[in-house]
């Protein structure tokens, strides 16, 4: 279960973060995601207004944006390495174009598709279920990523239910779900992917939120279901930082 960060976390997280939480409850403890509609929110209370930055980010801001480990809580440790159902399960072929497109931006890492400016990434391993947790903060045009989120937006309904094929695992039942983000920047989507088989079954959460000219991926994978509130509270810390990051940039201009 994820344990939150070391440090106290503003109001208004806390506050998101419990309005997620409730959510979850009512839909039992099956272990399965509750389905959403394609585009669901959370509203964040009291959060302050997205405000444009007034350059281009630059690959330091990127850097200094990134969730660190002690954001994350004493259970995540810097990662050793790709996750190991990376290559046996992710890396996989299906028939249907769409489906297959999804595949290869999970096994790239690239929902949003390839980054085109500033870009650091920040990864994250927790033994427990052999989870592992990706962060990005790269700068893309705002039109393109909302290109990208109506594609993921849509995937809950052309690509509901499919199999796809790996080499070391065979084949594999993939279940495509929407994920309920908070009300954070000034678009957003979230995508919850199961691999199952007849031993185990993997599920990814895959959130992408666009601020302005910027945005942020966060992927969480685990054996059983990633860390309780992992992603509401990681975006929640990481929209604001970015959003720090800008305001920094125009005090000092």
């Known amino acids: 279960m994820f344990r939150p960060p070391a440090r106290v976390l503003p109001v208004s997280v806390l506050a998101a973060v419990t309005l997620l939480t409730a959510a979850a409850c009512t839909s039992g403890r099956s272990g399965r995601a509750a389905e959403v509609p394609a585009s669901p929110s959370v509203a964040r209370p009291a959060a ?17 944006a990134l969730l660190t480990e002690a954001d994350l809580g004493p259970v995540w440790a810097p990662t050793q390495g790709a996750a190991t159902w990376r290559d046996g399960v ?5 028939e249907t174009p ?10 790239a890492d690239e929902p949003l598709g390839a980054p085109s ?4 990434v920040a990864a994250f391993d927790n033994g427990d279920d052999e989870a592992q947790l990706r962060y990005q903060v790269l700068a893309l045009r705002a039109a393109d990523v909302d290109r990208a989120l109506a594609w993921l ?3 809950p309904r052309t690509c509901p239910g499919f199999t796809a094929t ?3 695992s065979g084949v594999r039942d993939v279940r495509v779900t929407g994920l309920a983000l908070p009300d954070v920047g000034d678009a957003r989507r979230g995508l919850r992917v199961t691999f199952t088989d007849d031993s185990a079954t993997l599920t990814l959460d895959v959130a992408a939120v666009r601020l ?3 945005a942020i991926v966060l992927t969480t994978g685990a054996l059983g279901t990633p860390p309780e509130d992992t992603t509401a509270e990681s975006l929640l810390l ?3 930082r970015l959003t720090t990051v800008h305001h920094q940039e125009r005090v000092q201009a």
């Open 153 to 155: 937006g849509s995937l």
């Open 117 to 120: 400016g500033a870009h650091a």
């Open 212 to 214: 302005g000219d910027d």
């Open 98 to 107: 769409d489906c297959q497109r999804l595949l290869d931006a999970l096994y």
């Open 48 to 64: 302050p207004a997205s405000v444009p930055p007034t350059a281009a980010l630059t690959q330091e801001q990127a850097q200094k």
């Open 238 to 240: 990481g929209t604001d």
């Open 90 to 94: 992710l890396k996989a072929r299906t």
């Open 166 to 168: 790996t080499t070391p």
